[in-house]
């Protein structure tokens, strides 16, 4: 079964900073897709950034960018200028395609990072 | 606002209690996702619907009942709840059946406290 760890329970970075978040998955398939989630106190879980796995570039959002090494399996979010705002939990999720044609995502325990003034 | 709107925001119930949380999206998106959040635990999958079909069912006990009347309404009906079923109810909707992918939608979450 297709799993996702994220290695770091939590994380802290000083404001205007920056500061990489570490994923690693476990896959036999050679297609899929990698998000990076944020989730802050409001609960509500927001996309950051998207990667498809048959694109070598890596995936670039403003501030957000990826380190996808496909061979590695492996799939680190940097946050780059962190603000105070940024502060979340980040959940790393891998899409694996299921019947019927839906695509349930499966999750990484999360990474609470916390942004210091 | 996202998109999908997730009711009630938080609900407390009694174990003998009857309830039910409601998800809504107006996105066009035609598969929906209940998970549960709980503390210190990934993000389970609960039920998936696409095209108004339940597609999947990860061992979920049968006090959750899901009901998906259309596209654009999920539910989760609960009864006789345990307090272990407290935690974060979180719907998603996606559009499926794509050659492009670009992940879920998700509700703000309905907090439950069983008691």
């Known amino acids: 079964a297709q799993t996702v760890t994220q290695s770091q329970p939590e994380m802290s970075v000083q404001e205007a900073e920056t500061v990489t978040l570490s994923c690693t998955y476990d896959?036999?398939?050679?297609?899929?897709?990698l998000f990076w989630y944020k989730q802050p106190p409001s609960r509500q879980m927001i996309l950051v950034i998207r990667?498809?796995?048959?694109?070598?570039q890596n995936a670039t959002e403003n501030r957000f960018s990826v380190n996808f090494q496909k061979a590695a399996k492996s799939f680190s979010l940097k946050i780059s200028d962190s603000q105070l705002g940024d502060a979340a939990m980040y959940f790393c999720a891998y899409r694996r395609p299921t019947q019927g044609g839906s695509e349930k995502l499966v999750f990484g325990k999360g990474t609470k990072l916390t942004v210091n003034p | 606002e996202t998109g999908v709107t997730q009711t009630p925001r938080h609900l407390v119930m009694g174990m003998t209690n009857k309830k039910s949380l409601k998800c809504e999206q107006h996105?066009?998106?035609?598969?929906m996702y209940w998970y549960k959040q709980s503390a210190k635990k990934p993000l389970e999958l609960m039920f998936v619907?696409?095209?108004?079909?339940?597609?999947e069912n990860n061992s979920v006990p049968s006090r959750f009942s899901p009901e998906c009347p259309n596209s654009s309404h999920l539910f989760l009906h609960l009864h006789t709840l345990q307090p272990e079923d407290s935690a974060l109810y979180l719907c998603?909707?996606?559009?499926?059946?794509?050659?492009?992918?670009?992940?879920?939608?998700f509700g703000s979450g309905t907090r439950l406290t069983v008691v």
């Open positions: 896959t036999s398939e050679s297609d899929y897709y």
């Open positions: 998603a909707s996606s559009r499926a059946l794509g050659t492009s992918y670009y992940g879920y939608t």
């Open positions: 619907y696409s095209l108004e079909e339940r597609v």
């Open positions: 996105l066009g998106h035609n598969a």
């Open positions: 990667q498809e796995a048959y694109k070598q």
